[in-house]
C-alpha cells in the first residue's frame, strides 16, 4: 500500500525467542495500530500510537511492546515468542483516526 | 469495551444480484463506522464509512445505512461482480479515543459469474 511498508513479509521463529516487526511510513501521519489477524476472530488490536513516544494497549496486549521513536516508524516486538502468537500482523495508520490505511501484513509462524 | 457482530460470515450470490452484510455494535458511544474489503493476500483497504450524524451514504454501487437507535449497520453491494469476492470487515470507533477501531470478524463474499 502507497505510504506504508511492513517488514518481514514473512518470518519463521523459534518458541522463546524475541521477534521484532517493522512498520514505517511515509505519509506523517499522527495515528499508528498493530494489529493481529486469525481464522474466527477478525482484526484485534494489540497497541496503537498517538505520537513519537506516545502509546497504549489495545485489547490484545499481553506479550506484546512497541515503541515509536521517530513520526515514521512504528516497531512492534515479541518478547518471547509463543505458538499462540502465529498470526498475520497488521499495521496501520490514520491522519484524523477516521479510517486506517493498512500495510501489507506480516505472517509470522512461531515454532 | 466495544463489541461488534458480523453476518452472515459467510456469502454466495449470482453477479448482478445484491448482497448485504449487517453489522451490530455495543457501546452507543461510537460514532464512526467504516467498511474494509479485504482480498487474497492484501490489506483490508477502506471503501466506505459513515458517522452517526448521517443515516445513510452512497458511493456508486456501495451504500452504507446507520440505525443508531438499534445500534446496527450495513452494507450494500448492488450489481454485484466477481471483482467483488472477497472478505469484508465492518468496525465501529469513538473519534475522540485516538481512532481505536474494534473490527466485526468478516464476511467472505463469493460473487459466481
Known amino acids: 500500500d502507497a505510504g506504508i511498508t511492513q517488514s518481514p513479509r514473512h518470518k519463521v521463529t523459534e518458541t522463546g525467542t524475541p521477534v521484532t516487526l517493522r512498520c514505517h511510513q511515509t505519509?506523517?501521519?499522527?495515528?499508528m495500530y498493530w494489529y493481529r489477524q486469525d481464522p474466527g476472530h477478525g482484526l484485534r488490536l494489540i497497541h496503537y500510537?498517538?505520537?513519537?513516544?506516545?502509546?497504549d494497549k489495545g485489547e490484545v496486549s499481553d506479550g506484546y511492546s512497541v515503541s515509536r521513536s521517530k513520526t515514521e516508524d512504528f516497531l512492534l516486538t515479541l518478547e518471547s515468542a509463543t505458538s499462540s502468537q502465529t498470526s498475520v500482523y497488521f499495521c496501520?495508520?490514520?491522519?484524523?483516526?477516521?479510517?486506517?490505511?493498512f500495510g501489507s501484513g506480516t505472517r509470522l509462524t512461531v515454532v | 469495551g466495544e463489541n461488534v457482530e458480523q453476518h452472515p460470515s459467510t456469502l454466495s450470490v449470482q453477479e448482478g444480484d445484491s448482497a448485504v452484510i449487517k453489522c451490530t455494535y455495543s457501546?452507543?458511544?461510537?460514532?464512526?463506522f467504516p467498511w474494509y474489503k479485504q482480498e487474497l493476500g492484501k490489506g483490508p483497504q477502506l471503501i466506505i464509512d459513515?458517522?452517526?450524524?448521517?443515516g445513510e451514504k452512497k458511493d456508486q454501487r456501495i451504500a452504507v445505512t446507520l440505525n443508531k437507535t438499534a445500534k446496527h449497520f450495513s452494507l450494500h453491494i448492488t450489481e454485484t461482480q466477481p471483482e467483488d469476492s472477497a472478505v469484508y470487515f465492518c468496525?465501529?470507533?469513538?473519534?475522540?479515543?485516538?481512532?481505536?477501531?474494534?473490527f466485526g470478524d468478516g464476511t467472505t463474499l463469493t460473487v459466481k459469474p
Open positions: 496501520a495508520i490514520s491522519v484524523t483516526a477516521y479510517g486506517y490505511t
Open positions: 505519509e506523517n501521519h499522527r495515528y
Open positions: 500510537s498517538y505520537g513519537v513516544k506516545d502509546t
Open positions: 457501546d452507543s458511544a461510537s460514532n464512526y
Open positions: 459513515i458517522r452517526s450524524n448521517v
Open positions: 468496525a465501529a470507533s469513538i473519534d475522540t479515543n485516538a481512532g481505536k477501531s474494534t
